[in-house]
């Protein structure tokens, strides 16, 4: 059976990821989606609502499970017995950051290879980040996160009180 891991901070999950959980549950047998906890970046969702989040959203995929981990992703690739880590590239500069992340990865275990997955031209403005910053601002995040994750931000964020 082939196994992906798809891994991130989807602190939160945004349509981009979406789209690349869709496209690589395509192409995989089964599609470990690893949600990092222990990020070094401030987190505006915690690791229990994102795991939420994602299952959620997933729910109706076949092949595709949620987890969350912690350490270094190689480890948790072994643990789940999959062989291929997925990775989405929206511009030159994400590529020259994931290429050495790849390479460490694949030093540190050849069993895990990782394959590139070209962001859709539509969401390659989108990042966790922007919308972290636009949701502490109370700035419009319609079109840059699922639905369910915009009323879930809304709430957190109480924009419905202002
Ligand atoms: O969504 P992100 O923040 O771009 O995801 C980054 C992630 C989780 C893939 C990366 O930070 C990661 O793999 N962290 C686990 C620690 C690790 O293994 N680092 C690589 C050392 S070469």
Redo the contacts with the bound molecule.
């Keep these: 059976m082939a196994t992906a891991v798809f891994?991130?901070?989807?602190d939160p999950v945004t349509t981009g990821h979406m789209d690349l959980i869709e496209r690589a549950a395509a192409i995989f047998d089964r599609l470990v989606i690893?949600v990092?906890a222990n990020?070094s970046?401030t987190p505006l969702c915690t690791v229990e609502e994102r795991v939420q989040l994602l299952k959620e959203l997933t729910k109706d995929m076949p092949g595709t499970e949620v987890l969350s981990f912690d350490?270094?992703?190689?480890d948790f690739v072994d643990s789940t017995g999959a062989d291929t880590i997925v990775?989405g590239i929206r511009s030159p500069a994400d590529f020259e950051y994931e290429l050495p992340?790849a390479q460490?990865?694949y030093k540190?275990n050849c069993k895990a290879d990782t394959l590139f997955l070209a962001t859709k031209p539509e969401y390659s403005y989108i990042s966790?980040s922007a919308v972290k910053e636009l949701a502490r601002y109370k700035g419009d995040i319609k079109g840059f996160v699922p639905g369910s994750v915009y009323q879930f931000l809304m709430q957190k964020c109480n924009y419905l009180d202002s």
Excluded at 7 to 10: D, E, L, M, N, V
Excluded at 71 to 74: A, E, H, Y
């Design positions: 891994p991130g901070s989807f690893g990092l990020s970046k350490g270094l992703l190689v990775r992340l460490a990865n540190l966790s």
